[in-house]
């Protein structure tokens, strides 16, 4: 119901539309924001966590003993790691920041629409230079190269192996950023509520 115009002190007041959020709906609004900062925290540290491992797999010992930066495969999950990991320290700010201003970094429409664009397009970077980084590590395991430093070899499927984690909740962000994405062409909002 719209109230009418009110007439105070010769100027008049016409109300504004408010958007009227029940307590109910504030709780699931929080709720909301909160996964998605897990899901972000979460792609935060298995990226880095996956880029650390890579970068630090080096053995000294000769120049028969393989580095990590000899192979192309396992530089490309190095660096998407750490790509992603920034990206994903970026988004949790952001989201921060909207939890505890009430509003996005970027205007609402080019923020809704950055994080799903972003979440879409480093996951896909993720998962790339992991599959690269899994079919070079089965090829160095069928090769004598893990038969001389097994160590290496473990601890680029570690890398691998969080990488894959980060990709998995980087994703479950992408839904989530999707369904706002959805929420705002309908609503005209990013909120559900």
Not at 48 to 71: E, K
Not at 116 to 121: A, E, I, L, N, P
Request: charged letters at 15%.
């Amino acid at each position: 119901m719209m109230r009418s115009p009110q007439v105070r002190n010769g100027v008049v007041d016409t109300p504004s539309p408010s958007h009227f959020h029940s307590t109910v709906s504030v709780h699931k609004l929080r709720r909301f924001n909160i996964l998605i900062i897990v899901f972000r925290f979460a792609s935060f540290c298995f990226s880095l966590a996956s880029a650390i491992f890579m970068f630090t797999n080096s053995r000294r010992g000769g120049s028969d003993f393989p580095q990590w930066h000899h192979f192309d495969a396992f530089r490309f999950v190095a660096v998407a790691g750490g790509i992603v990991a920034l990206y994903s320290l970026f988004e949790v700010g952001a989201s921060v920041w909207e939890i505890s201003r009430g509003a996005t970094v970027f205007p609402e429409a080019l923020q809704v629409w950055f994080d799903f664009g972003h979440d879409q397009v480093f996951a896909y970077l993720l998962l790339s230079a992991d599959s690269a980084g899994t079919s070079l590590a089965r090829t160095l395991r069928d090769m004598d190269t893990c038969k001389v430093n097994n160590a290496f070899c473990v601890q680029s499927d570690i890398s691998i192996a969080f990488g894959f984690a980060g990709f998995m909740f980087l994703g479950f962000s992408s839904l989530l950023s999707g369904f706002r994405v959805v929420s705002f062409i309908i609503n005209g909002s990013r909120f559900h509520v």
